[in-house]
């Protein structure tokens, strides 16, 4: 269960897990609010998709009520074994309705909490008291991350409950073998041309606008010729904003929206470097993306990312927010091909079988079983 139709962190972390348990002969199904790139994806694979109308993203009590109710009748009706949610949103209705129905088991996945420093003191304060209360409603919790599962150690969520840590794994042969060319080619980028790139939905939270700033600034100071490119993959509700800055800040000739793109591995091939100026994150899959494919990353030092990145080592990491900071390492990655080399060849050095997909599905698994049959 997922709350948005989205391909991102947490909707390919869900979609290659219903893979892994239809090729072991299970029957699955994905519920989400819409139609949207997760359930076309999930429909090509040959597998259900059963669309909740009411459950969307913002807190609305009426819906979330009505939310419930439906899908705890979709539940009975189809008979699940086990419902896995990801999410904050859907974890708490699908939970809820999971338990409802009676479901012998129950798995909440933890990409990352809503009661972050973006949100307001009393928001904080209501998603910190319901995380708690979902808790309850389940047998056991993936967290993404070792800093994912500290955090809700300290903020007492899953007290007693069986918990896991598994890495969101990722295609380790599609990003080593991936060949830019034909990517570059078509957007005509030379192949002289340095090129940054941030691959992440267009979200509030992901830190664009800090990118942006610094980005600005980066190149004023770097100076390089040709000049640098920066490459903003990804759709969202902030595009036209960020369009808007772009241009107010005269980095039209700088900036590339290149939209979704469905072949990641060979967008993330084109890059000289990887950015990931994120203001939270549960763990940040274009990290291990960028690991896999040998490039160097420069990212906000918050949530999971320091699990993945080791400073100075394979990549470069920020305070969050800091645009002056992040300013700072983009001038280092354009001016030093020695440090890019070095960072991007130890990130790939560093990669290991926990972070791949074939990886994260096994243990995914195997925590199923071993809380299937202690329950």
């Not at 967290?143 to 409950?161: C, M, N, V």
Request: include cysteine; glycine fraction near 10%; charged fraction near 20%.
């Amino acid at each position: 269960m997922h709350t948005l139709p989205v391909i991102s962190g947490s909707g390919i972390n869900t979609l290659l897990t219903m893979k892994g348990s239809r090729d072991r002969g299970h029957r699955v199904a994905l519920s989400c609010a819409y139609e949207g790139r997760l359930t076309e994806a999930t429909r090509s694979e040959g597998m259900t998709v059963h669309l909740v109308s009411q459950m969307g993203r913002e807190v609305n009590l009426l819906l979330d009520l009505a939310a419930v109710v439906q899908l705890t009748k979709l539940i009975r009706r189809h008979g699940f074994d086990l419902v896995h949610t990801h999410n904050s949103k859907a974890g708490f209705i699908g939970r809820l309705a999971a338990r409802r129905a009676s479901v012998p088991l129950i798995i909440h996945t933890v990409h990352g909490f809503a009661f972050h420093d973006a949100e307001s003191a009393l928001r904080r304060m209501a998603f910190r008291i319901l995380e708690r209360v979902a808790a309850r409603w389940c047998d056991g919790m993936i967290f993404i991350s070792k800093p994912l599962l500290d955090w809700a150690a300290r903020e007492g969520i899953g007290t007693g409950i069986p918990s896991a840590v598994i890495y969101s794994g990722i295609d380790l042969d599609a990003f080593r073998s991936a060949d830019a060319t034909n990517f570059r080619r078509r957007y005509g980028i030379a192949e002289a041309r340095l090129v940054v790139g941030m691959v992440s939905k267009l979200w509030e939270g992901k830190g664009h606008e800090v990118l942006l700033r610094a980005w600005k600034g980066a190149l004023e100071a770097a100076r390089v010729a040709p000049e640098p490119l920066l490459l903003i993959v990804g759709e969202g509700p902030l595009e036209a904003k960020l369009r808007r800055l772009v241009t107010a800040h005269h980095l039209d000739s700088s900036v590339l929206f290149a939209g979704f793109q469905s072949d990641v591995p060979a967008v993330t091939a084109a890059l000289d470097a990887a950015v990931l100026p994120s203001l939270f994150e549960g763990m940040g899959r274009v990290v291990l993306e960028a690991m896999a494919a040998g490039k160097p990353i420069i990212a906000s030092d918050v949530g999971g990312i320091p699990d993945l990145v080791r400073h100075g080592e394979n990549g470069l990491l920020v305070p969050p927010g800091d645009h002056e900071s992040l300013r700072q390492a983009l001038v280092e990655i354009m001016t030093r091909p020695e440090l890019r080399r070095r960072l991007g060849s130890n990130g790939w050095g560093g990669f290991q079988r926990e972070y791949t997909s074939s990886h994260m599905v096994e243990q995914i698994h195997r925590f199923y079983e071993q809380i299937g049959n202690s329950a």
